[in-house]
């Protein structure tokens, strides 16, 4: 087994650090564009694929952001797997409790992950 040389190293934390930095920007404009009430046209349009793009990979990038020198497979697997995991364990929670209130969902998976997205881009491993 060959260890990947620093070069390696340094390009894939690169990436990692901005993909965190992408999610968070997903997430802040998703949900400015969600208080300032845009539903149709092209913001419309935006706003849906930014707040889908941040549910399902932000709280799971924020998640693998702690996985040391995983493969790129098992990191995207773990992100997309938590982040999918996660919006379905929140939106089963509204329904069950009879409150369907997305935008506070999408407002707290947001302050939840994005702390976490912010030292991910700092400190990337």
């Known amino acids: 087994m060959s260890m990947p040389s620093s070069a390696e190293l340094t390009r894939a934390r690169t990436a990692r650090r901005g993909v965190a ?3 968070v920007v997903a997430g802040v404009l998703a949900c400015a564009l969600n208080l300032i009430g845009s539903t149709g046209g092209v913001i419309g349009d935006v706003r849906l694929l930014l707040t889908i793009a941040f549910l399902l990979l932000g709280p799971g ?3 693998a952001g702690f996985l040391r020198r995983a493969p790129a497979a098992h ?3 773990l992100t997309v797997g938590v ?3 996660s919006t379905l364990l929140v939106a089963q929670i509204m329904v069950s409790f009879g ?3 997305p935008s506070v969902a999408l407002f ?7 702390p976490f ?3 991910h881009a700092v400190v990337a491993q």
């Open 117 to 119: 997205l912010l030292r």
């Open 83 to 85: 982040g999918v995991a």
């Open 21 to 23: 930095i992408a999610l």
């Open 99 to 101: 409150a369907w209130y």
């Open 75 to 77: 990191v995207w697997l």
């Open 108 to 114: 707290v998976m947001t302050l939840i992950s994005v």
């Open 61 to 63: 990038w924020a998640a």
